[in-house]
């Protein structure tokens, strides 16, 4: 969900925050959305934290299950089974 600016650029190879879950939404997502590629290197114009805040903001206006979004913080494992989701921070 990063390195989407400047978009006449990067429009071709990133998806934004709202493209993503307009994806989601699109292909009948019914379980977890779990968006990576964001924040750890600084690869284009946007703020590092500004994926994630857009994809969420994104995720509420549209009125989708927040259970289902699972953003994680960095160096967070999150494993994914049929039916739950666990999270483990790092120590």
């Known amino acids: 969900i990063g390195a989407y600016e400047p978009r ?4 071709a190879s990133h998806m934004n925050p ?12 019914r ?7 964001w924040g750890t290197f600084r690869l284009t ?7 994630p ?5 994104e ?4 009125g989708l299950d927040e259970a289902r979004l699972h953003i994680p913080r960095h160096g967070e494992t999150v494993t994914l089974r049929i039916g739950e989701v666990a ?5």
């Not at 006449?8 to 429009?11: E, G, K, L, Q, S």
């Open 18 to 29: 709202e493209e993503a879950v307009q994806v989601y939404e699109d292909l009948g997502g």
């Open 31 to 37: 379980g977890a959305f779990l968006p990576t590629h």
């Open 53 to 57: 805040a857009r994809l969420e903001a």
């Open 87 to 91: 999270r483990s921070t790092p120590a």
């Open 59 to 62: 995720w509420r206006r549209r």
């Open 8 to 11: 006449w650029f990067m429009r």
């Open 45 to 51: 114009f946007e703020d590092p934290l500004e994926p």
